[in-house]
């Protein structure tokens, strides 16, 4: 995977993330989600993963090209 697809897929899985986190959290509502202890959970994991792929994107080496 190129480096410059690793840091959108981290970027992408972050953003999600902390939307569900807010949305698990009552923050943002107008969602089924809304409220809801598993969807913090499971936002806050996928916020952690994302900020990951992210690092790993922007400190993993340089694609020539």
Do not use: Y
């Not at 899985?13 to 509502?29: D, F, K, M, P, S």
């Not at 598993?38 to 936002?43: A, D, E, Y």
Request: net charge positive.
């Amino acid at each position: 995977m190129t480096r410059g697809i690793t840091v959108v897929i981290g970027i992408v899985l972050a953003l999600l993330g902390a939307l569900w986190t807010l949305q698990g959290a009552g923050v943002a509502g107008g969602s089924f989600m809304s409220g809801s202890r598993l969807w913090l959970v499971i936002g806050v994991v996928l916020l952690i993963v994302g900020i990951g792929v992210l690092v790993r994107g922007l400190r993993g080496p340089r694609s020539v090209g």
